[in-house]
């Protein structure tokens, strides 16, 4: 059972990217998908998450209107799109599954380990001219 990222990559601000993820060993389409970020010497931060019944998608607020977060169901897999990315989106980005999306007021979406059944390995975006 796991979570695969891929699409990271090095590019300069203003750039887009394509986070991919994709499941094995369990069915993705049953389970909320999140993505979390964690930049070196900084805390995790909840990004973007996707119910299994889809509905309106959480994103925190430093990339609302810049990422996109779908789901195609048919090939099992969840996307984030990056657009007009910033050198502070430079982080490893995790896809992670879990029951639901959890936001909490004040904090965003969670992102304490036991809060999820998966996690991937992560995949680096960096953002540099």
């Known amino acids: 059972v796991q979570l695969v990222e891929s699409g990271g990559g090095l590019v300069q601000p203003g750039d887009s990217l394509r986070l991919s993820c994709a499941a094995s060993g369990f069915t993705m389409k049953t389970y909320a998908i999140a993505w979390i970020r964690q930049a070196p010497g900084k805390e995790r931060e909840g990004v973007s998450c996707?119910?299994?019944?889809?509905?309106?998608?959480f994103y925190a607020d430093s990339v609302k209107g810049r990422f996109t977060i779908s789901r195609e169901g048919d090939i099992d897999r969840v996307y984030l799109q990056m657009n007009n990315l910033k050198p502070e989106d430079t982080a490893a980005y995790y896809c992670v599954a879990g029951p639901r999306c959890l936001v909490k007021p004040g904090i965003g979406l969670v992102t304490e380990d036991y809060e999820y059944d998966y996690w991937g390995q992560g995949t680096q975006a960096t953002v540099s001219s």
């Open positions: 996707i119910n299994s019944r889809n509905g309106r998608p």
